[in-house]
């Protein structure tokens, strides 16, 4: 057996490891989780810790999320010693901030201490005034110089999240020189993709990938070997129109500068790809009200959360209520408009997610500007119609057949008008609200559902009565 | 001045010009788009062409998508030579295909050639076989082959994505040597930031990042530089699990393989990026009903989407209009039902759909797992108790003062078996969606809102008729 065979079968056997502790999705098997929580249960200690060790950080942090709020501690003491800052950082927030309230303000400080600056920041940022205070005094002096400042941006901006580990050059130089460099230079950045170029100001003038730099003669100019047209990044942007800009002009890393200009940190693309899936589901738990719902969310935040918005909607419902009331002697003549009315409604409702849904994306992509906004809610109006159409025919027909043909004919034109306004109402709150500076997905959902469902009942109730149908 | 003072005149330029094109969240400004729209009108092709020019790809593009349909074949044709395969590449799908129906197979094999091979697949995956075989044989072989090669893996795949380009060597070489072979070969992959190293039957064996060579003397072995604990993507892993797993262990690129774990190609987090940003807003549009949900998609195809599940929507209203029939006799006697029924089953669809797009986040970021799904059920459940109590007091106590006591606690105990129903249902329905291996956001909606639109009425209803409140 060579040294060859040798790499295969131990390459072999940790993915063989790692698939009894992982399924295919990255996910820890139950059986793996039964394992460690029997460990712990039965005492054993350094049971638990030994099928703990050979995971990723990313992987414990997850255990810690499988394990109930009660078994934490227990698994945070039986682990001690493989809680790494790299493990807390990867930690839901909720659990990693319940398990920091046990920790000594010195201890936390020590494993921010051991943490790039933007973990460090997402660790601390959360404290209270006072425990931050006490957090940061007990960190050393250039790491808390680096927090301080990274807390001096706005949440979730750009400022926020740059590494301040970067490497520039100036441009005079070759890539000999930058190389020789590189390699005397033991205090500099490890992980870097791209290497900066800025002038004696500080300011980026170009950038250049390191395998450029590696397929290039030693005596070539650095100046020679780099793009000029490159994108910044300004500190203050928000985290979501950073990782927009990543997307579109497919960037790896990129030169974050302050107000003036001046280069102060970098921000890559496994920051941004952690930063796009927090941000992917976020539309859709705005739109239903269910805010930042997360599961590892104490209850009582959940509740808070969720409740406003069901508030809100018994607002919304209300107001359907006294429309419906106002129709009270035609139902009691035909009780036949309760039975059907709900229909009416519902599929409004149904029809006006839809377009919100879509509307709210399209602007969450900058898909829809002032330039194509009359032309998209044109195009929603003609799907509206044909939607409204198709449904009013069923639902006209089944009508006619059970109960008499002008109720059919009654409810079928309730239902185009509730689809239309749907799908007006559906793209229009949206980009109002868009407009006017707040995030689209928020409380479009409560009013869009309040338009469709009183448009629904006051068209089917008000078209019953005009028609002379209830007597 | 100097020539520093020159870069930094024509940096400040260079920004301007831009910013006089694109708004801070870089979508093109209106009066730039009816710049060009105005020159294309007046037959000045020239002038539209030196306004679209200076734009990034990326930047053409859009430009097209917010250009009406009827509008861009005069733009297509006023700048023809300024579409570039990046700028076809970077379209919507939607816009593409029209753009593309257009072309002879030559002309889009012509555009293909000049794409990485994931752009040329995405340009081609959509083709019906008979467009894509002529379009293929306009190719040049080892294009042709490359993206047989990719078409052969499954949809939405690592397969499909991954480009073939990468820097592979074996370990027992040094950075130096490593070096000297970049330098030396111009045929390589010019975009790269990770070197694979390999053994002699093309297995990785470990990862080197370009920051590690360029830091490390000429004389070590990239054997000693190298990671060895490297997460290797499967070529038929679905792109959703590419981006989980690239975002948990913080990936800039990773080695694809083949089943026999042969190195076939890589990964990079700016495609990963991409495709975070496609599937962000998707589990909204899902939940909604709004299929694909694409501003560019053609109508016809938007309306087959939508009114399916307005269609599926129309059969969950008639079992609970059913419901309603039930008591009809009830809704006679005391029309307050009738206006009060639907906060029931307004109320219970808003918590339902609030349990169900986070529980539907919590799978999509595989949060939820066979070892916790019993705890988060309680938590779900306990969050809904709380909100039910809260609403139920704020409906009974309303409906007392403006109808009876009786009735004000006949709603408020039907909205707490509904919010209560909305809790369970809203999680179990995506989780057994789940389990059997289907797209919990698709279909979930729909169930959940039968669910809580029936019990709703039915609660309520029945509950009212048990009161003896109905006389």
Known sequence: MDAHDDNLATGTLLEEQREARLDEDDRLRPQ??????????????????????????????????????????ALGLAIAELMSGEVIAELNEHVRDELLEDLSPDAVAQIAGQLETDDAVALIEDLDNADRDAVLAGMAAGDRAAIENALSF??????????RDFVAVPEHITVGDLIDFLRENTGLATDFWEVFVVDPAMRPIGTCQLSWILRTPRNIAIADVMKRDQTLIPAEMDQEEVGLRFQKYALISAAVVDRSGRLIGQITADDVVHIMSEEAGEDALLMSGAGEGDIN?????????????????????????????????????????????????????????????????ALATNQITKSNTRRVLWREMRVALLNGVTVAILVGIGTALVFTPLLGLVIA?????????????????PVIFDRLDQDPAVASSVFVTMMTDSMGFFAFLGLAVASGITG
């Open 154 to 163: 706005p949440e979730e901006s750009a400022g926020r999240l740059m590494q």
């Open 32 to 73: 793996f989780v039964e394992a460690v929580r029997d460990a712990l249960e039965a005492g054993d200690d350094t049971l638990a810790h030994d099928l703990v060790e050979p995971l990723h950080p990313a992987d414990i942090a997850d255990l810690f999320e499988l394990f109930g709020r009660d078994e934490r501690p």
């Open 297 to 361: 969310q104490p209850i009582r935040q959940s509740y808070h959360e969720r409740v406003r918005w069901l508030i809100a909607n018994l607002g919304t419902a209300l107001l359907a209520s006294f429309i419906i009331a106002m129709f009270e002697d035609a139902i009691k003549t035909l009780v036949a408009l309760a039975v059907l009315m709900p229909i009416v409604a519902s599929i409004g409702g149904n029809a006006g997610t839809q377009t919100m849904a879509v509307t709210v994306r």
């Open 413 to 429: 034109i309730a239902v185009v008008v509730n689809i239309i306004t749907a799908g007006i109402i559906g793209m229009v709150v």
